[in-house]
């Protein structure tokens, strides 16, 4: 079998993820170069180890790069760090009041409290990335890259960490209002208010496209081992805890040859494992990829595995 309706004008977003060493990075570019046959498409890595660079062999980064010789297909590589600095950069004054105006911190405990780092930062930042260059529209597909599952996972649930952040912020703004209104009479919107209203905004809209299977796709990778099966179990379970569903799995690193001893071998060692998968994800489009003698590095042997995925 092959990858199947990736290429359905509906579906913009989609996101590849599984354990470590399972070959996410290269499905991922794989069908980003099957794509720009007919979209302009974006990869966009989330993974802080990025190794989109070193597979393309081409150097990406944070910021959007063409691909050599591919006319619709682009590249970035988000580094949370610099997403969240130009975040607390955009909407500094914003940060500023809502904390002078809610909190009894001076000017200076302020700005170092901006000037640190906040718990599950990285995934909200890449997310929010992700849904403006979606809002732009300068692309039609968006392909994503993730790091293992744990920051997967923790990828999708940012939505639900940026809403308790912005009810915190709403709760404090109300004691802001209360007091407003308690000494004038009414309250008038400001600045601060918009800017928690466009950040919840911001939750509804990645929320929409992540639970709408028209519109976003997740593809597990896995390989015919124990503790890929049984993580790929798990993500797949809370992915469908999350609305979450997936309509298709990558089996990667088949042995097929049988042309030496340890050819056999290990083809006869993975079968179990095979079966397992097709068994446990009965379900779901299973796409079988065989290994590779070389490394899968390279638009060449990317290509390679283009054809395998897609059959073209």
């Known amino acids: 079998m092959t990858l199947q309706g990736l290429e359905n004008n509906d579906l913009k977003l989609i996101i590849f993820g599984g354990k470590g060493g399972v070959g996410k990075t290269s499905c991922a570019i794989a069908t980003a170069l099957a794509l720009a046959k007919n979209f ?42 610099e997403a969240l600095s130009g975040f607390k950069k955009e909407h500094e004054s914003e940060l500023k009041k809502l904390l002078e105006t809610s909190t009894n911190l001076d000017n200076q405990d302020i700005d170092e409290l901006l000037t640190l780092s906040i718990p599950g930062i990285d995934e909200v930042m890449s997310f929010k990335t992700i849904i403006d260059f979606i809002e732009k529209g300068e692309f039609e597909k968006y392909v994503v890259d993730t790091a293992p599952t744990g920051h997967a996972l923790r990828l999708i649930s940012s939505p639900n960490l940026l809403d308790e952040w912005i009810k915190v912020a709403a709760r404090m703004r109300w004691k802001y209002r209360y007091l407003i209104t308690s000494f004038s009479g009414n309250y008038q919107q400001d600045d601060v208010d918009v800017f928690l209203l466009s950040l919840k905004k911001t939750v509804k809209r990645i929320e929409s496209i992540l639970r709408d299977s028209t519109r976003c796709e997740f593809i597990p990778v896995c390989i015919p081992e124990a503790m890929a099966i049984m ?9 469908g805890s999350s609305g979450i569903v997936s309509h298709q799995v990558i089996i990667n690193n088949l042995m097929a040859s049988v042309d030496c001893d340890f050819c056999r071998r290990r083809k006869a060692a993975q079968q179990p494992y095979l079966q397992e998968i097709l068994s446990s994800f009965n379900t779901l489009n299973a796409v079988e990829v065989p290994m590779f003698p ?6 060449e042997a990317l290509n390679k595995l283009k054809y395998v995925m897609f059959g073209k």
Request: hydrophobic fraction near 40%; charged fraction near 30%.
């Open 40 to 81: 302009r498409t974006l990869l966009i890595s989330t993974d802080p180890a990025h190794s989109v660079s070193d597979c393309l062999e081409q150097h990406i980064g944070f910021r959007v790069r063409q691909i050599a010789g591919h006319d619709k297909l682009a590249a970035i590589e988000i580094v949370a760090d």
């Open 231 to 239: 993580e790929t179990r798990r993500l797949l379970a809370d992915l």
């Open 294 to 299: 070389e490394e899968v590095k390279g638009l």
